[in-house]
């Protein structure tokens, strides 16, 4: 867990070994806990250096005894221990130095820092605070506002970014351990006391409550709700009016009030189902770990549209060679036009130059016959699509990989209409394409387990958080948006309206309500598909009554808002009104109001006052009721992974877990309770009534999130 060497016969080299991240579990502060205590004894010793393994320092606390009783050392004395003694320490930090590693390094008298490292406290995207002094030592080191800044944001900072704000003493480009060594060696004459971080005066500005009220109104409409962030900026006042003595111990009360809290329960789940959901696996044996990729070098985006320009640019700044297709040559060049802009303003972002050379614009798809992947994101249109693949298939050679960005068209049916189906996968990207970092891999039933992994590689070499998930109508992600698209609908119709709706859900924490979110994504998608499903249009018997289809209750007021030409923002009108086409700022549209109050009246529906809590209840409860239908169907192999979905791809908060993990912090039980009741007063809502997994898994005792894959039949994984 931890070497100790004696090296240039007076510097005790004391090596972190706890792969793969050298986190500080019990076992580990218990063998640095043993060296600091050898080295400061053995008067052969002069001075001390502490690295770790395989060029990393230190990724910090092992998050996962965060669940159980905390065992051995704890950190705060023997961190303070270090600091105290009489002999120098120096952190020779390569690879990471986060959360409690980063703490380490802050009581070592002197921090040598390879130039490659990077350095932070992210303990608050984990719902807990830097609390092995971190929040008192920061502060005192590098002054209040960039340590808050630190703190609140858990942001990673670069070697040299922590050069400039005074945290590390060099930055080198050889081995780390190597130079610290030497420093050490001569470091042994010089005094210690101005070293020891904790015995500085806090540099205060004189604005202090100034600065930290707007911090904290920063935080708070960052990120609504959430505890830690506040419970930081509380910590870092301590480190400004307190003594360190004092402070610490301000530090571990605010460490308390988070410590078992439920966000933060929820934040740490996040973590590891991110993590997670990289590990794919096939009821067939392939998986994430014997599954070889393929090597992508070229690739061809058939579509310019919003989402085929955002593809091509996600893929030409990770340095593949792209071709995109339009039909049309005004549509080409509009297209390549905001390709390029959208790259240089990246490339301008990050510091880099763009990649313009990767780029080719065609008219033709016999430009793509040596590709090694193509992805069509054409229109939502089947017949469509199927002639771009039964194109494809003629043009390409046999090796390339097809690929598909539909959000929830039949991926099998489009390989079948293909000469090499075991090479078609879904990859469904969500808008915009090169920000946001979710992927689908759409896994067919024909999809190869080498088509599976290339596109699941490929989508982590671009920055996505890839999972993969069977093909059914809409997937996961828009498959379960339906019920809850329904329920906000079915409540407009009940007396909400749409700002409540939506403050409802934005207070709980999404980024974004239901109606704002379908502005923004576009009204007239879901119109359309509801026209090709036959619940609108003319294929709708005329003796159905008119809230009803397919024999369940149908609200139509969405079809009312997009015939009045109103498909969200990019129209300047939806649910809500915006000051133009394309414009951001929504205001509640007495039209609409108008709208809702007409739809009631005309049938007879006295409208009632809803609580937030219903609001709630019947979208989230519907929500993870799909997504337990969805992991019984074997469409989503593990709950991670549709939360996984939810957190990147539809703006669930994180510190609420995803759809399933907060069903189970709510109990199961109780969730059950609460949908048969709302199915009880609407029978005709099946997606209400309680899945069997859900029942089954009441029954069992409600086991945790980790353990419902034992009680799931896989029997039809469609994985
Ligand atoms: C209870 C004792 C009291 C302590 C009091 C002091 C309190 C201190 C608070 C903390 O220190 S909280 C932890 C703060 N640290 C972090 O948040 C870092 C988390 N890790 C990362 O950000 C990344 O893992 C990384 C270190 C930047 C490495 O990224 P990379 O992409 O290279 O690898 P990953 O796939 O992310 O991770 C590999 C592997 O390691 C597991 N892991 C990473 N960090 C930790 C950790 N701190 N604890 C436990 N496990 C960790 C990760 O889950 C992966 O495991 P897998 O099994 O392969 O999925």
Same mark, same amino acid.
């Given at each position: 867990?931890?070497?100790?060497?004696?090296?240039?016969?007076?510097?005790?080299?004391?090596?972190?070994?706890?792969?793969?991240?050298n986190?500080?579990?019990?076992?580990?502060?218990?063998?640095?806990?043993?060296?600091?205590?050898?080295?400061?004894?053995?008067?052969?010793?002069?001075?001390?250096?502490?690295?770790?393994?395989?060029?990393?320092?230190?990724g910090?606390?092992? #998050?996962?005894?965060?669940?159980?009783?905390?065992?051995?050392?704890?950190?705060?004395?023997?961190?303070?221990?270090?600091?105290?003694?009489?002999?120098?320490?120096?952190?020779?930090?390569?690879?990471?130095?986060?959360?409690?590693?980063?703490?380490?390094?802050?009581?070592?008298?002197?921090?040598?820092?390879h130039?490659?490292?990077?350095?932070?406290?992210?303990?608050?995207?984990?719902?807990?605070?830097?609390?092995?002094?971190?929040?008192?030592?920061?502060?005192?080191?590098?002054?209040?506002?960039?340590?808050?800044?630190?703190?609140?944001?858990?942001?990673?900072?670069?070697?040299?970014?922590?050069?400039?704000?005074?945290?590390?003493?060099?930055?080198?480009?050889?081995?780390?351990?190597?130079?610290?060594?030497?420093?050490?060696?001569?470091?042994?004459?010089?005094?210690?006391?101005?070293?020891?971080?904790?015995?500085?005066? @806090?540099?205060?500005?004189?604005?202090?409550?100034?600065?930290?009220?707007?911090?904290?109104?920063?935080?708070?409409?960052?990120?609504?709700?959430?505890?830690?962030?506040?419970?930081?900026?509380?910590?870092?006042?301590?480190?400004? @009016?307190?003594p360190?003595?004092?402070g610490?111990?301000?530090?571990?009360?605010?460490?308390?009030?988070?410590?078992?809290?439920?966000?933060?329960?929820?934040?740490?789940?996040?973590?590891?189902?991110?993590?997670?959901?990289?590990?794919?696996?096939?009821?067939?044996?392939?998986?994430?770990?014997?599954?070889?990729?393929?090597?992508?070098?070229?690739?061809?985006?058939?579509?310019?549209? @919003?989402?085929?320009?955002?593809?091509?640019?996600?893929?030409?700044?990770?340095?593949?060679?792209?071709?995109?297709?339009?039909?049309?040559?005004?549509?080409?060049?509009?297209?390549?036009?905001m390709? *390029?802009?959208?790259?240089?303003?990246?490339?301008?972002?990050?510091?880099?130059?763009?990649?313009?050379?990767?780029?080719?614009?065609?008219?033709?798809?016999?430009?793509?016959?040596?590709?090694?992947?193509? #992805?069509?994101?054409?229109?939502?249109?089947?017949?469509?699509?199927?002639?771009?693949?039964?194109?494809?298939?003629?043009?390409?050679?046999?090796?390339?990989?097809?690929?598909?960005?539909?959000?929830g068209l039949?991926?099998?049916?489009?390989?079948?209409?293909?000469?090499?189906?075991?090479?078609?996968?879904?990859?469904?990207?969500?808008?915009?394409?090169?920000?946001?970092?979710l992927?689908?891999?759409?896994?067919?039933?024909?999809?190869?387990?080498?088509?599976?992994? @290339?596109?699941?590689?490929?989508?982590?070499?671009?920055?996505?958080v890839?999972?993969?998930?069977?093909?059914?109508?809409?997937?996961?992600?828009?498959?379960?948006?339906?019920?809850?698209?329904?329920?906000?609908?079915?409540?407009?119709?009940?007396?909400?309206?749409?700002?409540?709706?939506?403050?409802?859900l934005?207070?709980?924490?999404?980024a974004?309500?239901?109606?704002?979110?379908?502005?923004?994504?576009?009204?007239?998608v879901?119109?359309?598909?509801?026209?090709?499903?036959?619940?609108?249009?003319?294929?709708?018997?005329?003796?159905?009554?008119?809230?009803?289809?397919q024999?369940?209750?149908?609200?139509?007021?969405?079809?009312?808002?997009?015939?009045?030409?109103?498909?969200?923002?990019?129209?300047?009108?939806?649910?809500?009104?915006?000051?133009?086409?394309?414009?951001?700022?929504?205001?509640p549209?007495?039209?609409?109001?108008?709208?809702?109050?007409?739809?009631?009246?005309?049938?007879? *529906?006295?409208?009632?006052? #809803?609580?937030?809590?219903?609001?709630?209840?019947?979208?989230?409860?519907?929500?993870?009721?799909?997504?337990?239908? *969805?992991?019984?169907?074997? *469409?989503?192999?593990?709950?991670?992974?549709?939360?996984?979905?939810?957190?990147?791809?539809?703006?669930?908060?994180?510190?609420?877990?995803g759809?399933?993990?907060?069903?189970?912090?709510?109990g199961?039980?109780?969730?059950?309770?609460?949908l048969? =009741?709302? =199915?009880?007063?609407?029978?005709?809502v099946?997606?209400?009534?309680?899945?069997?997994?859900?029942?089954?898994?009441?029954?069992?005792?409600?086991?945790?999130?980790?353990?419902?894959?034992? =009680?799931?039949?896989?029997?039809?994984?469609?994985?």
């Amino acid at each position: 867990m931890a070497r100790y060497e004696l090296v240039k016969r007076s510097v005790a080299l004391i090596t972190l070994t706890n792969p793969p991240v050298n986190a500080l579990s019990s076992a580990v502060r218990h063998a640095i806990a043993k060296s600091m205590e050898h080295a400061l004894n053995d008067p052969k010793v002069k001075a001390v250096v502490i690295c770790g393994e395989n060029g990393r320092f230190c990724g910090g606390a092992d #998050i996962r005894e965060f669940a159980g009783p905390l065992r051995g050392p704890p950190l705060v004395p023997l961190l303070d221990a270090i600091e105290a003694g009489e002999k120098p320490v120096v952190a020779a930090i390569e690879g990471v130095a986060l959360g409690g590693g980063f703490e380490l390094a802050l009581v070592c008298h002197y921090r040598i820092v390879h130039f490659k490292a990077r350095l932070g406290l992210p303990e608050v995207t984990l719902g807990i605070l830097p609390a092995a002094g971190g929040t008192q030592r920061l502060p005192r080191l590098i002054g209040i506002p960039a340590a808050l800044e630190l703190i609140t944001t858990g942001r990673h900072i670069s070697a040299q970014e922590a050069l400039k704000l005074g945290i590390v003493d060099q930055v080198t480009e050889q081995n780390a351990c190597e130079l610290a060594v030497e420093f050490a060696l001569r470091a042994v004459a010089k005094p210690l006391s101005s070293r020891r971080v904790s015995m500085l005066t @806090t540099p205060c500005p004189p604005d202090l409550d100034a600065l930290l009220e707007a911090v904290t109104m920063q935080v708070k409409r960052k990120a609504r709700g959430v505890m830690a962030p506040l419970a930081c900026i509380q910590a870092v006042r301590a480190a400004a @009016t307190m003594p360190y003595s004092k402070g610490i111990k301000r530090e571990s009360e605010l460490m308390a009030t988070l410590f078992n809290s439920g966000q933060a329960r929820a934040l740490q789940y996040c973590f590891f189902a991110q993590r997670t959901a990289g590990k794919w696996t096939l009821p067939s044996g392939a998986q994430w770990n014997n599954s070889k990729p393929r090597e992508i070098r070229s690739a061809a985006i058939i579509g310019l549209g @919003t989402m085929g320009r955002g593809i091509v640019v996600s893929l030409a700044r990770v340095g593949i060679s792209v071709i995109a297709v339009e039909s049309e040559k005004k549509l080409l060049e509009t297209g390549k036009q905001m390709v *390029i802009g959208m790259l240089e303003r990246d490339a301008k972002r990050r510091g880099v130059s763009a990649s313009l050379n990767l780029l080719k614009f065609t008219l033709s798809l016999q430009d793509l016959k040596d590709v090694d992947l193509v #992805i069509e994101a054409v229109f939502e249109d089947m017949a469509l699509k199927k002639r771009v693949f039964q194109e494809l298939s003629k043009v390409c050679r046999p090796a390339t990989l097809l690929c598909t960005n539909t959000s929830g068209l039949d991926v099998d049916a489009l390989a079948g209409v293909t000469d090499r189906p075991h090479l078609v996968v879904g990859m469904h990207f969500f808008s915009p394409a090169h920000v946001m970092k979710l992927l689908e891999v759409v896994c067919g039933p024909r999809s190869s387990s080498e088509t599976i992994a @290339t596109a699941m590689s490929l989508g982590k070499r671009m920055g996505k958080v890839s999972v993969a998930v069977g093909n059914c109508p809409g997937f996961v992600g828009n498959r379960m948006l339906k019920p809850y698209l329904d329920q906000a609908t079915f409540l407009l119709e009940e007396g909400a309206t749409p700002e409540q709706i939506d403050k409802a859900l934005e207070d709980f924490g999404f980024a974004m309500g239901v109606f704002r979110m379908s502005d923004l994504a576009g009204l007239d998608v879901g119109w359309r598909v509801r026209k090709e499903s036959g619940l609108i249009g003319p294929d709708v018997d005329p003796k159905n009554p008119p809230r009803r289809r397919q024999g369940r209750r149908y609200c139509p007021i969405p079809d009312m808002v997009c015939e009045q030409g109103r498909f969200g923002q990019k129209t300047g009108r939806g649910w809500y009104m915006y000051d133009k086409p394309g414009g951001t700022n929504a205001k509640p549209d007495p039209l609409i109001q108008n709208l809702l109050e007409m739809y009631r009246s005309r049938y007879g *529906i006295q409208p009632r006052n #809803i609580s937030d809590q219903e609001i709630i209840e019947r979208c989230l409860f519907a929500l993870a009721n799909e997504g337990f239908r *969805i992991l019984e169907d074997g *469409i989503a192999a593990r709950p991670e992974d549709i939360d996984v979905i939810y957190l990147f791809g539809y703006g669930f908060p994180r510190h609420g877990g995803g759809p399933m993990f907060y069903a189970s912090m709510v109990g199961l039980e109780r969730v059950l309770e609460r949908l048969e =009741h709302y =199915h009880q007063a609407h029978p005709d809502v099946p997606h209400l009534e309680p899945s069997p997994l859900l029942k089954k898994l009441v029954a069992c005792g409600s086991p945790p999130v980790q353990k419902w894959r034992e =009680h799931i039949k896989t029997m039809h994984s469609h994985l």
